[in-house]
Structures are given as structure tokens and as C-alpha cells.
């Protein structure tokens, strides 16, 4: 079983605008379920009036092979209004995953999202113990 097959854990990433914006990094968590996937983000906000806040998003959507496929709802009342969907693929090692995000008639840009050091090695030592 590689890293593709589950993608649960934490995740580093950017997500880039168009039109010049500044990329814009965030912390995902996903949940794995036989290809369903859910989770939670967070990133700093972008906003001028908001500098300082964290924006909270969930995440539902699906794994299919190395196709990957979400919509990111935020919880704040201002930004609740929009989804974004995210397409992507995941790398085979199952340690990357990149492609675009869009908010249909809105604006669209690209994201790439690492996964956080440790489930490399803690899949390696299951495998080790399993083996001997």
C-alpha cells in the first residue's frame, strides 16, 4: 500500500491568486475513509481590514487513483457565500499533491500541498514491524 492510497494526516501548502496576488499558505488535515476525504484548513487571511485573522474552512470530496477532488466551504459568515473546488493529483509516494483551485464565474489559481514530515516514517515502522 503506498502513501497514495490514504492521504490522512496533516498538510502544508500554497495557494496561488491570479492577477499578481501574493500566494497565500495554509494547514490542511484530511481524513482518508476508502477515498472519501474530509477535513478542516486554516490560513491567514488576506483581507486588508482582517491582517490578522485565521480563516477556518471544511473540506469534503474524494480520492479516485491519483486523482484528487474537493470543495473547501469557510465558516466565516462574510466568505460562506462561495465554495472553492479543489483538482488535483497526488504524487505515487503519496507526499504531494498539486493542481488548480477555482470559485466557479469568481477567479481561479493553482495550490500545492506537502504532506508534514512523520507519516513517511510512521508508515515505514508499520511496515517494519509487520514484516518481522
Not at 497565500?24 to 487571511?45: K, Q
Not at 491582517?51 to 465558516?75: C, I, P, Q
Request: aromatic share 10%; net charge negative; hydrophobic share 30%.
Amino acid at each position: 500500500m503506498s502513501g497514495a492510497d490514504d492521504l490522512s494526516g496533516g498538510w502544508d501548502g500554497i495557494f496561488n491568486y491570479p492577477r499578481g496576488y501574493r500566494p497565500n499558505a495554509f494547514t490542511a488535515t484530511l481524513r482518508d475513509a476508502g477515498g472519501f476525504l474530509t477535513g478542516e484548513t486554516t490560513e491567514p487571511s488576506q483581507d486588508q481590514c482582517d491582517r490578522n485573522a485565521v480563516l477556518h474552512a471544511w473540506l469534503e470530496g474524494r480520492r479516485d487513483g491519483t486523482a484528487v477532488m474537493f470543495v473547501k466551504s469557510y465558516d466565516d459568515p462574510k466568505r460562506a457565500h462561495y465554495a472553492v473546488h479543489y483538482d488535483g493529483s497526488v504524487t505515487p509516494d503519496g507526499n504531494e499533491i498539486n493542481g488548480r483551485w477555482n470559485i466557479p464565474g469568481v477567479w481561479s489559481g493553482t495550490f500545492i500541498m506537502v504532506r508534514k514530515a512523520g507519516k513517511t516514517e510512521e508508515a515505514e515502522q508499520k511496515i517494519a514491524e509487520t514484516i518481522r
